[in-house]
């Protein structure tokens, strides 16, 4: 039964995957999202039976049936990398006990979200607004639900309101150290894409957490930056988005929350 639980998510990823592709692909360049997909060389409509998710990729060999020109793989990498992270939402400890509900679906959501954020924002430079909102959205959803459960002594109005305006400073908290690095820089640093997203990851994760996000994407965006540079790849000078380590950050948060706030009470006792 499990199994063929996680074969239907990978399925599903792998179809939202190929969505999700379409979206980095125009989003950023303000493209509708409708529309048939065509060829980028030749311009020929691609018909449905060679749109399927990894499998026409492989079929054609990676090449457009009309003018053999090679298919990026880029839309075959997103499509495998939305099929593995939507099985691994299945072993979210979030969702433990709980796998059939609607938390679920607001998890493929933002798992989706980061995804095209961290694509768009490594192609274009660009985190697309729509995505941004979407990605509040589905959390927003979250805590909805969230404060659903939890037992509270007031009127369930207060208590909503209470708890909304914990994840909303949460969110203040989060931005301010990358809207002091924005402020510093000029913008040169970081984006306001970036501010704007760090906003929507403390709302998510709440202070503990999303500092620890940033902390992440911080340590990851460093040795990156200095790999590429030791490999002659870029300059010192040279900018490199940060959108992909916040995804980085925000996902290993996700995953991995309980397990590195305990190591962080171990060390440091807060
Ligand atoms: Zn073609």
């Not at 079929?59 to 099929?83: D, M, P, V």
């Not at 690095?181 to 709440?206: A, H, P, Q």
């Not at 500092?211 to 790999?227: K, R």
């Not at 992909?244 to 171990?266: D, E, H, M, R, S």
């Amino acid at each position: 039964m499990t199994v063929f639980f996680l074969f239907f998510l990978f399925v599903l990823g792998v179809s939202m995957g190929s969505f999700l592709g379409v979206l980095v692909d125009r989003l950023p360049q303000g493209q509708s999202i409708l529309g048939r997909s065509h060829c980028d060389f030749c311009k020929k409509k691609i018909p449905w039976y060679d749109l399927l998710p990894l499998l026409s990729f492989i079929n054609l060999g990676g090449k457009c049936r009309y003018c053999q020109k090679k298919i990026s793989y880029f839309y075959f990498l997103i499509e495998l990398i939305t099929g593995v992270f939507f099985v691994l939402v299945f072993f979210l400890p979030d969702l433990q006990d709980n796998i059939i509900s609607f938390r679920t679906l607001f998890w493929l959501g933002i798992i989706s979200c980061l995804i095209v954020i961290f694509f768009s924002d490594l192609k274009y430079q660009i985190i697309p607004d729509s995505i941004q909102i979407s990605l509040f959205i589905f959390g927003f959803f979250l805590k909805v639900e969230e404060t659903e459960r939890i037992f509270c002594l007031k009127q369930l109005l207060d208590c909503y309101l209470i708890k909304m305006s914990e994840n909303f400073i949460a969110g203040a908290v989060v931005m301010l150290p990358i809207l002091f690095l924005y402020w510093v820089t000029g913008g040169r640093g970081m984006g306001f894409g970036d501010v704007k997203m760090s906003f929507v990851i403390g709302f998510l994760l709440g202070v503990k957490g999303g500092l620890l996000a940033l902390y992440f994407a911080f340590i990851i965006g460093a040795v990156t930056g200095l790999i590429l540079i030791l490999l002659k790849r870029k300059k010192l000078k040279s900018k490199i988005a940060f959108g992909p380590f916040l995804v980085f950050g925000t996902l290993i948060l996700i995953y991995f929350q309980n397990q590195i706030l305990f190591l962080v009470n171990k060390i440091y006792g807060f």
